[in-house]
């Protein structure tokens, strides 16, 4: 296993485009998180899976934004009906936690998508 | 709510210099405290972390201790290095890790 896979690693669409990305998490991890990240600031949270479950969704996350995780394996972003404000990399990350009595194990990032709304 | 306010950059210092960066937190309870660094082109590294009041995390050179009583958990390093240049986050743990913006560190040769 090398880590956490994000795909397309750059994406460029027109305004009002839907686009999907997907993230592979380390195989054993059981919870996946999605951040975005605009230029000059930190990542912010945008929600998490436990397994398939989606546990908290931040208010950042519009009605045009949903995520997946059909199978508690890989998960899916998908941003209906792009818009300029939406320019950002998006980023994946996965954790083991939630097994056992540790409260935390650290996460692991993948690389990012960086979207590009024209 | 929970939140994390680090020193604004960019931050330019000569190699071997002294680092000091800045990060105080706002959290309910004793969050897990973390510096995370993003060399250029690449993704979100952990660097250090402590998870209690006076914990000290180390690596790399770089150190930050968990001062509870001023809620900070300033990144220090002796002497840096030009491979030292990326942008370090300074990042509570509350169920979910919470960044604060950023400070770019620019080290000079």
């Known amino acids: 296993d090398t880590g956490v896979s994000q795909d397309p690693r750059h994406k460029i669409t027109k305004r009002g485009q839907n686009v999907t990305f997907r993230c592979d998490p380390i195989?054993?991890?059981?919870?996946l998180y999605w951040y975005r990240q605009t230029l000059g600031q930190g990542p912010e949270f945008l929600t998490y899976?436990?397994?398939?479950?989606?546990?908290?969704k931040s208010r950042l996350l519009s009605d045009r934004f949903s995520a997946e995780r059909p199978k508690g394996s890989f998960s899916t972003l998908e941003i209906q009906r792009t818009e300029q404000g939406d320019s950002a990399m998006y980023l994946c990350?996965?954790?083991?936690?939630?097994?056992?009595?540790?409260?935390?194990?650290?996460?692991?990032f993948g690389s990012g998508t960086r979207l590009t709304v024209v | 709510g929970n939140s994390v306010t680090q020193m604004e950059g960019p931050v330019t210092l000569s190699e071997e210099a002294f680092l000091t960066i800045n990060c105080t937190y706002t959290?309910?309870?004793?969050?897990?405290l973390f510096w995370y660094v993003q060399y250029p082109g690449e993704g979100l590294q952990l660097l250090l972390k402590?998870?209690?009041?006076?914990d000290k995390g180390s690596n790399k050179g770089f150190e930050a201790t968990y001062r509870k009583e001023t809620t900070s958990f300033h990144l220090e390093k002796g002497s840096v290095q030009v491979s030292d240049s990326a942008v370090y986050f300074c990042?509570?743990?509350?169920?979910?890790?919470?960044f604060g913006k950023g400070t770019r560190l620019h080290i000079l040769p």
């Open positions: 990350a996965s954790s083991p936690e939630g097994r056992g009595p540790s409260p935390f194990y650290g996460y692991t």
């Open positions: 990042a509570l743990y509350h169920g979910k890790i919470i």
């Open positions: 195989s054993e991890h059981n919870r």
């Open positions: 959290a309910t309870g004793y969050p897990s």
């Open positions: 899976f436990q397994n398939e479950a989606q546990l908290e």
């Open positions: 402590a998870t209690k009041a006076d």
